[in-house]
C-alpha cells in the first residue's frame, strides 16, 4: 500500500459542481505536491507546497484551487471544471522540503472525469 | 527543445535480455535524476534516483548519468514481462529550483 493516501479514488462531476480532492501523509514529509496527468502523458506539475506554503504554482487555471491545512494535508478543490480537465491527479510529497536530492512518493491517483 | 526527452518507443524486448532506456535533459544545472516505472492505470513509483556522475547499481537496474553529455540512461538486466511499462525520466535542479520535470516517457514491452 501506499504511503500517501488520495480520495477519492475515481469522481465524476458536472461542469457546475464543487468538488474536492484529499491527499494525506504521514512519513513526516514538508513537501506536498499536485500533478495532473492526462492520458500517455507524462505527469504535469500544479502546485507545489514546501513547509506548508506554496512555493510553485505552475499558472493553474483559478478553478483549482490548492490548500495545505498542515503538513500532513493537502487538498485540492475543484470548481467549474471543463470535459478537458477529466484526466488523473496525483499527490506526491517529499522529505525535507521541494528540492535538490528530496524523491517524490506519489499516491495511488484519483481519477477525475468532468461531464 | 523539450527540457527532457526520452525515445517513446514502444522498446520491445525478449524476456532475459537487456533493455537500454535513453534520456537527455537541456537545463546544465539540472541535479537530481530518477527513473519513475509506471503501469497502465497506476501511479509512476521510483525505480533509480542518481546525482553524480558515473553508474548506480540496484539489483537488476543499473542507472548511468553523464552530466557532461546532459545524459541519463537506465539499463534492464534479464528483462522479464512483469517489467512491461512506461518508464519516466525525470529531472530536477537547475533554474527550475524544486521542480520535477518529466519526460514523455518510454513504454516497455518484455514478450516471452
Known amino acids: 500500500d501506499t504511503e500517501v493516501t488520495q480520495t477519492p479514488k475515481h469522481l465524476v462531476m458536472g461542469m457546475t459542481n464543487k468538488k474536492s480532492l484529499k491527499c494525506e501523509q504521514h512519513?513526516?514529509?514538508?513537501?506536498m505536491y499536485w500533478y495532473k496527468q492526462k492520458a500517455k502523458k507524462p505527469p504535469e506539475l500544479m502546485f507545489v507546497?514546501?513547509?506548508?506554503?506554496?512555493?510553485i504554482n505552475e499558472s493553474v487555471p483559478s478553478r483549482f484551487s490548492p490548500e495545505c491545512p498542515n503538513s500532513s494535508l493537502l487538498n485540492l478543490h475543484l470548481h467549474a471544471l471543463q470535459p478537458e480537465d477529466s484526466a488523473l491527479y496525483l499527490c506526491?510529497?517529499?522529505?525535507?522540503?521541494?528540492?535538490?536530492?528530496?524523491?517524490?512518493?506519489f499516491g495511488a491517483g484519483s481519477r477525475l472525469t468532468v461531464l | 527543445q523539450k527540457e527532457v526527452e526520452q525515445n517513446s518507443g514502444p522498446l520491445s524486448v525478449p524476456e532475459g535480455a537487456i533493455a537500454s532506456l535513453n534520456c537527455t535533459y537541456s537545463?546544465?544545472?539540472?541535479?537530481?535524476f530518477f527513473w519513475y516505472r509506471q503501469y497502465s492505470g497506476k501511479s509512476p513509483e521510483l525505480i533509480m534516483s542518481?546525482?553524480?556522475?558515473g553508474d548506480k547499481e540496484d539489483g537488476r537496474f543499473t542507472a548511468q548519468l553523464n552530466k557532461a553529455s546532459q545524459y541519463v540512461s537506465l539499463l534492464i538486466r534479464d528483462s522479464q514481462p512483469s517489467d512491461s511499462a512506461t518508464y519516466l525520466c525525470?529531472?530536477?535542479?537547475?533554474?527550475?529550483?524544486?521542480?520535477?520535470?518529466f519526460g514523455q516517457g518510454t513504454i516497455l514491452t518484455v514478450h516471452p
Open positions: 512519513m513526516g514529509h514538508r513537501a
Open positions: 542518481i546525482y553524480s556522475n
Open positions: 525525470a529531472v530536477r535542479g537547475g533554474t527550475s529550483y524544486g521542480k520535477l520535470t
Open positions: 507546497y514546501s513547509y506548508e506554503k506554496l512555493s
Open positions: 506526491a510529497s517529499s522529505q525535507g522540503g521541494a528540492s535538490g536530492a528530496n524523491v517524490l512518493t
Open positions: 537545463d546544465r544545472g539540472s541535479q537530481s
